[in-house]
């Protein structure tokens, strides 16, 4: 079991070294930013997609580019650019996800010698037209592509590439009914390093690997904390966070984060128009805190409560994440519906902050104890 974790860990941990290989061999690579962003139309180019991340906690270069108050995630992207570290990338498709995102865009755009780059209008509410409209900026995303790099991308390599992506985001799914068991056989750190490895390998390999991962598990077992936890919020794509939370008494049995649960929760439509089915896709996700109004998410967010039977609620939040901090007293007021209790915690993107994090969340399981006695 741990040599195969340890093939999901080297995904991530080898990603820029394993991209350049794929580069070497004539592979194209688009890097996108944003869960928004449908990887579906890159793989059916032909093209690998690349989740962009941040690195190391000093951004000196992104701190002269950015406002000082765009978080820490955006810095650390925009440093990994500035390093040399993605110049493998054919192109980068960002959105509007943010106010934060939009700044990394504007300055990758302006500074970063990408050859395409496109950032892509999302909706903030699920309607028809918006549907509609994302529908055409997806065409438009799919016309561009094909223009720039002389591919053609037809209906039915969209049809196969979603049908591929489906099959993922299923076992995805099936890993996540594991973690509602009285025993989990998988921590939260190790589904979250789980689900990176998927954004930095060809899908077909990865989905291999899931349905070796899930026959593994069977009677797995875990050393794991006496309070399940759900944690929702900001980007936390560092299973360092997670594993801090475990090993002081928890254990994470769901999550609703972009890098987590919402990024694979639903499927996409294999019938019709294939543009209009991977906007109807992402538009209807479990919804993140710039969509409105909120009631789906507060039904989505209790459903997953009552199903994973958490004991208590981690809401953390990147420092100057607008998005996320903003929601807070939402997020409150839904958990206070079931009465479950909710730790916020400002935190940095990189583990800067872990050493604070360790006494709030050891307060919180203090405060969990005395509610069960």
């Known amino acids: ?19 350049r290989e794929r580069k070497a061999a004539g592979q194209r690579i ?18 690998l997609p690349f989740r962009v991340m941040g ?3 000093e951004t000196p270069r992104a701190d002269a580019h950015l406002y000082s108050n765009n978080c820490t995630f955006v810095r650390s992207c925009l440093e990994e650019a500035f390093k040399g570290n993605v110049d493998f990338l054919d192109g980068l498709v960002a959105c509007n996800s943010c106010d934060h995102v939009r700044r990394l865009y504007d300055s990758w755009q302006q500074y970063i ?3 395409f780059k496109k950032a892509l209008g ?40 979603i049908e ?42 990865y989905n291999g690997l899931l349905v ?37 008494g928890g254990i994470v049995v769901i999550d609703d984060l972009c890098c987590g649960s919402r990024s694979f929760w639903n499927l996409a439509g294999i019938d019709g128009d294939p543009i209009q ?25 209790q459903q997953l409560a009552r199903e994973y039977r958490v004991d208590g609620v981690i809401f953390e939040s990147i420092k100057f994440c607008d998005l996320n901090a903003g929601t807070f007293p939402v997020i409150k007021a839904c958990f206070d519906e079931l009465d479950l209790p909710v730790l916020n915690l400002e935190r940095e993107y990189t583990m800067t902050s872990a050493g604070q994090m360790k006494t709030r969340v050891g307060a919180f399981y203090e405060s969990l104890e005395g509610r069960r006695a």
């Open 1 to 19: 079991m741990e040599s195969l974790m340890e093939r999901f860990r080297e995904s991530f941990d080898r990603r820029y070294e394993r991209a």
């Open 30 to 47: 688009i890097g996108w930013v944003c869960a928004w962003v449908p990887e579906e139309i890159f793989a059916a180019a032909g093209f």
């Open 55 to 57: 690195g190391g906690a």
């Open 113 to 115: 010698a990408t050859p």
């Open 122 to 161: 999302v909706p903030c509410k699920s309607s028809p037209m918006t549907i509609k409209l994302f529908a055409q900026d997806l065409a438009l995303l799919r016309q561009e592509l094909g223009e720039a790099f002389g591919v053609t991308i037809t209906d039915e390599d969209l049809r196969r590439a």
């Open 164 to 205: 591929v992506y489906n099959r993922g985001r299923s076992l995805l799914r099936q890993l996540y009914e594991l973690r509602k068991a009285d025993s989990p056989p998988i921590t939260g750190a190790e589904a979250l390093e789980v689900v990176k490895a998927g954004w930095y390998m060809p899908r077909e390999e």
């Open 212 to 248: 070796e991962l899930l026959a593994r598990l069977k009677g797995r077992k875990v050393e794991a904390g006496e309070h399940r936890l759900m944690v929702l919020g900001s980007q936390m794509d560092d299973p360092g966070y997670l594993r801090v939370i475990e090993e002081l």
């Open 277 to 301: 089915a991977l906007a109807e896709r992402y538009v209807n996700r479990p919804f993140c805190p710039r969509m409105h109004p909120r009631e789906p998410r507060v039904k989505h967010l």
